[in-house]
């Protein structure tokens, strides 16, 4: 006997709201007072719309937002103050499952490393210049040089944080305006 799809529809549906929804985000990545923040927490599994919620005390001058139609948070903003802050982090799935992990991130007072970035330089022959993005996970970037595009194919990051891990990826920007791929991710982790 074959089950009409509309039940089989929602016997699927009724399926996803048993899973257990899952934060895989174990860590996030410290900052310094006065540069960009930028971190993503992550969940799996459940049904969706999830519902996030932060408990404890976020890094002042961070805020968090949901994104990708609720599956993941966006932590971002500009530490104001340095200081260890221990948060919560808490996702609901749609079935009412829960789950949440701790984390602990140190905002630092000034930077105290410098990560310096070399490339090859592009073939083509109407280059104007370069850009470099940076990012906690190889997924989520961020433009770093914001003044302006990079004129050598060599660029130093100072505002990168203690213990903390940073994937960078450069582009080529021609006389146009006109803006590479990024070229394959490097990481380089904060001792």
């Given at each position: 006997?074959?089950?009409?799809?509309?039940?089989?529809?929602?016997?699927?549906?009724?399926?996803?709201?048993?899973?257990?929804?899952?934060?895989?985000?174990?860590?996030?990545?410290?900052?310094?007072?006065?540069?960009?923040?930028?971190?993503?927490?992550?969940?799996?599994?459940?049904?969706?719309?999830?519902?996030?919620?932060?408990?404890?005390?976020?890094?002042?001058?961070?805020?968090?937002?949901?994104?990708?139609?609720?599956?993941?948070?966006?932590?971002?903003?500009?530490?104001?103050?340095?200081?260890?802050?221990?948060?919560?982090?808490?996702?609901?799935?749609?079935?009412?499952?829960?789950?949440?992990?701790?984390?602990?991130?140190?905002?630092q007072p000034a930077p105290v490393e410098v990560v310096n970035l070399t490339w090859n330089a592009s073939t083509s022959t109407n280059i104007a210049g370069y850009n470099m993005y940076r990012g906690p996970d190889g997924v989520n970037w961020e433009l770093i040089n914001t003044g302006g595009l990079i004129a050598s194919t060599l660029y130093s990051d100072s505002t990168v944080a203690n213990n903390t891990t940073y994937y960078y990826a450069a582009t080529a920007v021609n006389t146009s305006g006109t803006e590479s791929a990024k070229s394959a991710a490097i990481h380089v982790a904060i001792p």
């Open positions: 006997m074959r089950v009409p799809f509309l039940t089989a529809l929602l016997l699927a549906s009724c399926l996803q709201c048993f899973a257990v929804v899952e934060i895989t985000t174990s860590t996030l990545p410290n900052g310094t007072v006065g540069s960009s923040y930028s971190a993503v927490v992550v969940a799996i599994d459940g049904c969706t719309p999830y519902k996030w919620s932060v408990t404890g005390t976020l890094p002042a001058g961070v805020t968090f937002t949901p994104i990708n139609n609720t599956q993941s948070l966006s932590l971002t903003g500009a530490p104001t103050t340095a200081s260890s802050y221990s948060f919560t982090v808490q996702v609901k799935g749609c079935g009412g499952h829960i789950s949440q992990v701790n984390y602990t991130v140190v905002i």
